[in-house]
């Protein structure tokens, strides 16, 4: 049965899935949405005898209903191949009884690159389906993670062109080592004179930009975007919680339609959220356990119903838990509202005008299966200290938040069903706080010694992701105003 997708802010005419995913966000503002959640169409015990790859498709084309099998397949093989670090994929370990799904073996160790190794080619499928001839440029403004991992995927993918901007001073060394030694004649970066902000007003302009746009039909080229609101990259997230399941039951951790918890630190809700439409589609998942880091935002939303983004902005040790706007918290707004647009697009008004809203009690009823909670700063190193010393392995610190906040809920409900932790970043990725945390001894000195103390306490070989970018020649030295974006995009296009 075909799936379709509805805006959240208006009633369209639905569209289809690879509609979807070239758009990225609707012409009225609102996110897409799929107009049903579909049921699994395989057992558990079916699932539980798949490889990473056959689990994404049996999830993936119950979503993209206008791919075919082969378009599909072909997708996931592209994406999930070598580029990571196992055949797994996602890996599990269990410590201290928790099962922490490793979602950092892709090409540029964090979670991300689940959905961003794979969007590209989703994206390529879609232009061919839709007969778009252009050349597709994906424009993205980055605090960190996202433009990485967002380069790693499109680099030499035919038919596109990347183009990232970071806040020149705004993001960590291994971070910007990681953008400016990106290989690609495809892929271009470049360092803004300004804040994150600065960058995402940039290329929301750019976007917004309908002289530009035509010029660039012209010239054969169109933007689109690899932002998280695009369903190409929440479906697949969908993918490694079913997997997940699927191997605790393949192992015999628990039996067939046991209900387990699933705990994931959260900035947009994305990652969250694929895990709530995983338990709709019929996986037995009781609670979700929303972390926030001290940005904790959520957590009040989760306690009194009203979401209010007007408060000092922290700066923590989990920067991709940075935000204050969940972006992707919008779907579920909609759905509690009923799949009512026009009471959603209320409440958005009042985010975007007064900076907050609040539910109804009869919309917070449907929230009894978010657990929200928050870690301190203080908490999050202590709990991967403690870890580390209690049982050796070494969690980053996204992480982190998420395994302070199970320990806080277990604490509060003594609930001890078998839990899966979303393990988001490597802690490779984020080396000084989590040495600092394990041991400040270290605190002096540089990123790439501290690559290798972390190797040393931890028995875990250095990712080849940061072992490349260690020597890696610098490829991209561009650096602009914040008021020149538009010209250094011209200037790659060559038009
Ligand atoms: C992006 C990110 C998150 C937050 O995920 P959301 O889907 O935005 O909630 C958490 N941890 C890491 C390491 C990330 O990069």
Known sequence: MEVLYNSTRSKINP???????????????????????????????????????QVAYEVMKLYLTDFTEEELKECIAKAYDDKFDTEEIAPMVEAEGAY?????????????????????????TSAKKNHVKNEIVILTATSGDTGKAALAGFADVEGTRII????????????????????????????????????????????????????????????SSANSINIGRLVPQIVYYVYAYAKLL?????????????????????????????????LPIDKLICAS????????FFQSGTYDRNREFVLTSSPSMDIL???NLERLIYRIAGNDSERNKA????????????????????????????????????????????????????????????????????????????????PYKFTRSVINAIDSKYDAMEDFELVDILSKLSG????????????????????????????????????
């Open 460 to 495: 875990v070989e250095v990712p080849k992701a940061i072992e490349e970018i260690r020597k890696a020649p610098v490829l991209h030295d561009h650096i602009c105003d914040k008021t020149q974006m538009k010209q250094m995009v011209m200037d790659f296009l060559g038009i």
């Open 347 to 426: 409440l958005m008004e009042a985010l975007s005008n007064g900076g907050a809203y609040t539910i109804t009690d009869e919309m917070k009823k449907q929230l009894v299966d978010f657990y929200g909670n928050y870690a301190d700063e203080q908490e999050t190193a202590k709990t991967i200290h403690d870890l580390y010393d209690r049982t050796g392995y070494v969690i980053d610190t996204h992480t982190a938040v998420a395994s302070c906040v199970y320990e806080k809920y277990k604490e509060e409900t003594k609930d001890t069903k078998t839990a899966v932790i979303a393990s988001t970043a490597s």
């Open 100 to 124: 922490y799904l490793e979602l950092f073996h892709g090409a540029t160790i964090a979670f991300k690159d689940m959905a961003l190794s794979i969007l590209p080619h989703l994206l390529t």
């Open 15 to 53: 569209v289809k899935a690879s509609e979807a995913i070239l758009k990225g966000l609707s012409e009225d503002g609102g996110l897409f949405v799929p107009d049903r959640i579909p049921a699994l169409d395989k057992t558990l015990e079916e699932l539980s005898e798949m490889t990473y790859g």
């Open 293 to 300: 880091n001290e940005n904790k935002v959520l957590f009040d």
């Open 164 to 223: 990232v901007f970071y806040p020149k001073n705004g993001v960590s060394k291994i971070q910007e080592k990681q953008m400016v030694t990106q290989k690609g004649k495809n892929t271009y970066v470049v360092g803004i004179h300004g804040n994150f902000d600065d960058a995402q007003t940039g290329v929301k302009q750019i976007f917004g930009d309908k002289e530009l746009a035509a010029y660039m039909d012209e010239k054969g080229f169109q933007f």
């Open 250 to 282: 393949r192992e015999a951790r628990i039996t067939s339609g046991e209900k387990i918890n699933v705990v994931v630190p959260t900035g947009n809700f994305g990652n969250i959220l694929a895990a709530f439409y995983a338990k709709q589609m019929g």
């Open 325 to 327: 706007i969940s972006s």
